[in-house]
């Protein structure tokens, strides 16, 4: 069992990925995007020291990130919390928590996370070793919620 409050976050509830992709098009350059990033990493939850288990960390990523899901079988929905040792990647994950967080496994499968980059034009401005930091993030969610289908 989860040592957070996985209902907590406010990413894929109170921040959507429809309210992330209207705010970095509001940004106009990258600078500001990589602040907005940033913030949004911000308010994810920090792990404790107790949760930063191997069984957690998602292999392909440049940095030390930290996946936690849970399926709420009442209301059939997975939730996750994710965290990382940089600031940037706890950012890029808070994007993806946006799309998919608190999302039936079903919508988790069918969400195209590809065109959601595209429409940030986000894969063209981190490095490569990042995006696939990012995709291995998506496919470990993405393998999970199959799990419940």
């Known amino acids: 069992m989860s040592e957070l409050d996985l209902s907590q976050v406010p990413f894929g509830t109170e921040i959507t ?8 098009g509001f940004l106009d350059d990258w600078e500001d995007r990589y602040g907005y990033i940033i913030d949004l990493g911000k308010q994810l939850p920090s792990f404790p020291e107790s949760m930063q288990t191997d069984d957690r960390l998602v292999r392909g990523c440049q940095s030390q990130v930290w996946l936690e899901t849970d399926y709420d079988t009442d209301e059939k929905r997975l ?6 040792d940089a600031l940037i990647v ?8 946006a799309a998919l967080n608190n999302r039936s496994p079903e919508e988790v499968a069918q969400y195209d996370m590809e065109d959601y980059f595209e429409q940030m034009d986000l894969l063209r401005h981190i490095s490569p070793i990042r995006g696939n930091g990012l995709r291995a993030m998506v496919q ?3 393998n999970t919620a199959e799990q419940y289908t």
């Open 17 to 24: 990925a429809d309210e992330v992709l209207e705010t970095l």
């Open 79 to 84: 939730r996750m919390a994710v965290d990382s």
């Open 90 to 97: 706890r950012g890029l994950a808070a994007i993806v928590l």
């Open 140 to 142: 470990r969610i993405r």
